[in-house]
C-alpha cells in the first residue's frame, strides 16, 4: 500500500509564492511521472505540471515561467514551487504518482489534495 502526503498550501498575497510538497510512502519500487493538478469548484481537474523518471517536464501555459515543479527520488517527493501567484491559481492541488508497487503492479495514485488561496 502506498499513501502521499501533501504539505504546503495556504493563503498567500497575489505576488506571492508557496511550495508545495508531496511525500510518498508504503511498498514503492520506483515512481515514474510525478505530477501536480488543480481543480476549483464546478470545473474539471487540469494540470499544473508534470515530470518524468528523466526529469523530462511539461507545464500547463497559464503556469509557464512560474511555476517549477522538481523531484527528490531518494525521498520519493514531488515538489511545486509557485512564484508570482495570481487569484486564478486559486484551487485544490492533487499530487498524482504513477508508482510501480515492490509486488510490481503499477498503480496511479493521487493525494488528498491541498488547499492553495491567493488573495490579498
Known amino acids: 500500500q502506498v499513501q502521499l502526503v501533501e504539505s504546503g498550501g495556504g493563503l498567500v498575497q497575489p505576488g506571492g509564492s508557496l511550495r508545495l510538497s508531496c511525500a510518498a510512502s508504503g511498498s514503492i519500487f520506483s515512481i515514474y511521472t510525478m505530477g501536480w493538478y488543480r481543480q476549483t469548484p464546478g470545473k474539471q481537474r487540469e494540470l499544473v505540471a508534470t515530470?518524468?523518471?528523466?526529469?523530462?517536464?511539461n507545464y500547463t501555459d497559464s503556469v509557464k515561467g512560474r511555476f517549477t515543479i522538481a523531484r527528490d527520488n531518494a525521498k520519493n517527493t514531488v515538489y511545486l514551487q509557485m512564484n508570482s501567484l495570481k487569484p486564478e491559481d486559486t484551487a485544490n492541488y492533487y499530487c498524482?504518482?504513477?508508482?510501480?508497487?515492490?509486488?510490481?503492479?503499477?498503480?496511479?495514485?493521487w493525494g488528498q489534495g491541498i488547499q492553495v488561496t491567493v488573495s490579498s
Open positions: 515530470i518524468t523518471l528523466d526529469d523530462i517536464t
Open positions: 498524482n504518482l504513477m508508482i510501480r508497487t515492490v509486488a510490481r503492479t503499477v498503480e496511479d495514485i
